[in-house]
């Protein structure tokens, strides 16, 4: 079965600093991974996603991912956060189910807190 | 397009009484699924549905009903509602993923249930 490991459950940094939120993943196969945000009273909004091919993957508000077979890893970047990037950030990995799409697994979260 | 909507956003039970929790998206998703989120735990699948009729157990279904009459919603229910089951719940939709491209999971804004 796959598990997701994110091993920061609260990280503080300064608004204009870069970012990087950590994501472990363990899964027998060539995985599909996820990084969804969850700002606070809302549901998640999905920032990017890796399938295949290029490992270094863009998505919304500026946010990259790359994915590293041989850490299982795929750790989120932003070179500048924003005051408003403070949510909660959830990595997730998605087994290919029976009816063709992905059952997602996901990690416990990070909270992002930006401080002026 | 209003996305995915959750009925109601909050809830209160007492110990042993039913309630059930509506889910509907106007994206013409074939796949809905249901998760719980709790603190420190991440999002954690209950049920989910692959087309109109059918449902399927998730990583945690005890205590839980599901149904899908019609495809663009997908129910909830608790017949004799815990403690334990105090959470926080999203609905989710997704379409097909054709070539690589689409699939991803479209979450609605959650229902915070409390069951004293």
């Known amino acids: 079965a796959q598990s997701v490991t994110q091993p920061d459950i609260h990280i503080t940094v300064s608004e204009g600093a870069s970012l990087e939120l950590r994501c472990n993943y363990s899964?027998?196969?060539?995985?599909?991974l996820f990084w969804y945000v969850q700002s606070p009273g809302q549901g998640l909004q999905l920032l990017l996603k890796?399938?295949?091919?290029?490992?270094l993957v863009q998505g919304i508000k500026g946010f990259e991912a790359e994915f590293k077979r041989s850490q299982s890893s795929f750790n989120l970047r932003k070179p500048s956060v924003h005051w408003s990037d403070a949510a909660e950030y959830f990595c997730a990995v998605g087994a290919p189910a029976n009816f063709g799409n992905e059952k997602l697994t996901f990690g416990t979260g990070t909270r992002l807190t930006i401080i002026p | 397009n209003a996305g995915v909507t959750q009925t109601p956003k909050f809830r209160v039970l007492k110990t042993g009484q039913s309630m059930t929790l509506l889910c509907a998206q106007d994206m013409n998703h074939e796949y809905m699924y249901w998760y719980r989120q709790d603190p420190g735990m991440g999002l954690r699948l209950i049920h989910y549905s692959v087309g109109e009729g059918t449902t399927a157990k998730g990583e945690v279904p005890d205590g839980y009903n599901v149904s899908r009459l019609k495809k663009q919603n997908f129910l909830l229910g608790l017949e004799s509602a815990a403690p334990s089951q105090t959470s926080v719940y999203f609905c989710?939709?997704?379409?097909?993923?054709?070539?690589?491209?689409?699939?991803?999971?479209?979450f609605g804004p959650g229902t915070r249930l409390t069951v004293l």
């Open positions: 890796y399938f295949s091919g290029d490992t």
């Open positions: 899964y027998g196969a060539t995985p599909y």
């Open positions: 989710a939709s997704s379409g097909l993923r054709t070539n690589g491209k689409g699939g991803e999971q479209f």
